[in-house]
């Protein structure tokens, strides 16, 4: 007869999740994985398969976490200036009582580059892409747009926020504003 789980999978994700973000992925460790989500090896390979297991399921957990702004920009019909306040709500949804966290999938990207495993950068690599496309269609609400400058810049726009979520883990709260005013002074 098969045992049941002692712990709620939901949990022990968003601790882990927790410690992917502070450390990284190379950083973290099986053994530090066990530590933070309070639950043995066994139950996380069990469980989970492997360490990127773990951090797949932390990906699919941090995009519910981003669903509460991602929400409101899949449902703007502002345009730019749609796409202008995600930027300033991504500035909020990055900061916790410890420091500026930045994003998980931008760290993660910047941590791994190109030489991560292709199963945890495919997945990166979508995320990113989701949140392209939400750029594009809010762009493509000006109707003033063609089709090549929506995709031109949804990517500037890609490119920036990638940039922000680097650069919200360093610099002030004015440096970071400036940074977002001046990313959308062109569009």
Known sequence: MARSKQYNEEEVIEKAMGLFWRNGYEN??????EKEMGINQFSIYSSFGS???VFLECIKSYKKKMHRITAILEKSNNGVIGIKQYFYDFLEFSKD?????????????NELGAHGDPIIMTELKNFFNEIKALFANNLRQDKNKDLATVEKQA???????LGLSLA????????????????????
């Open 97 to 109: 009582d410890n420091g500026k966290k930045g994003c998980l999938v931008t760290n993660t990207v």
């Open 51 to 53: 360490k990127n297991g």
């Open 28 to 33: 973290t460790s099986v053994r530090m994985l």
């Open 155 to 161: 990517n500037y726009l890609g490119a920036s926020m």
């Open 168 to 187: 919200s883990k360093i610099l002030s709260r004015k440096q970071l504003e400036d940074y977002i005013e001046t990313a959308f002074t062109n569009l």
